[in-house]
């Protein structure tokens, strides 16, 4: 249960001395993609920093989220960041179960009632109230009532923030997102399926630090994690400004490392941190393991076509794209480098998707 201890008096307790405790504020600084001048006002934020009560809901979900946060390796700043909260309701992390569990919920919510962190991962099905259930309540009078103490919603996960896969078409349970229908309160999505685990951290620590969420983009993601798409920060962008794409997965282009964009990937539409970030403590990233990306932190990534279909197939022929360029002289790179800046700056504002047709656009 939260209590009046700043995070500075539970540092030092647990035996943090203060070159430590600067360390961790220069790691949040990183982890916020904050410049190193920011430091001692992190340091100065969290000394007074008092342990937020969060609030953590599960509906209509794998469990993916959770699992993506909780394998983290230990001991990190993320660790350090859940040692300090208060992480007062997660039935799959807590002991308690049953009217236990409820109970603290409750105590919870009426003792930090207006102050307290609501996360939530899973859709919401709004076909039946019993298509999902928790301790007897639905899964929408548990979000409302929750949502009504709540300072501030992050919802966790590409389920929560947008409907994710219980939304697919036919969405036989009406999945919904947080947003749908909480409308009141400001929503943070964190977008993923599932998300990596130290942007999850990342917006938790920000708020710990800072007592608000940080800027959003207009899918209400931190511009900070999902400001630029996969496909600018992919190391694998040269092959594809060269034209020089994979055709099967295991070609000698597959091999080189060329780009997958001919097999599907939707690095171009989708926005994330996966190439910067990656998977495993910085260890790989699905498309540094050979798979394309399958843009799962946008909106309606199930049912964008397959996941195998090269993004120009719906709006375009690569395949006449590339020829054309081959024939012409004229590099995909050099089609690429034509995208003026204006042009690209409104995709990204945007969010749009980009194809090859849009690419070949003069500037």
Known sequence: MTDTKTLGDSLRENGVSRRGFLKFCTATASLMALPPTMVPVIAAALEK??????IWLSFQECTGCTESLTRSHAPTVESLIFDHISLDYHHTLQVAAGDAAEKAREEAMHANMGKYLLVVDGSIPLGNPGYSTIAGISNLDMLKEAAAGAAAIVAVG?????????????????????????????????????????????????????????ELDEQSRPKVFYGQSIHDRCYRRPFYDKGLFAETFDDEGAKAGWCLYKLGCKGPMTYNACATVKWNQGTSWPVESGHGCLGCSEPNFWDAGGFYNALSIPTGDISRNVAYS??????????????????????????????????????
């Open 49 to 54: 920093a008092t342990r937020p009560s969060v």
């Open 158 to 214: 590409t389920c929560a923030s947008f409907g994710g896969l219980p939304k697919a078409d036919p969405n036989p349970t009406g999945a919904v997102s947080v947003s749908d229908i909480i409308k009141d309160k400001p929503i943070i999505n964190v977008s993923g399926c599932p998300p990596i685990p130290v942007v999850i951290t990342g917006v938790l620590a920000h708020y710990l630090t800072f007592g608000s969420l940080p």
């Open 326 to 363: 081959a024939a012409a002289g004229l590099a995909l790179g050099a089609a690429a480098a034509s995208l003026n800046s204006k042009a690209k700056k409104r995709a990204a504002e945007e969010h749009g998707v980009v194809t090859v047709d849009d690419l070949e656009k003069s500037s």
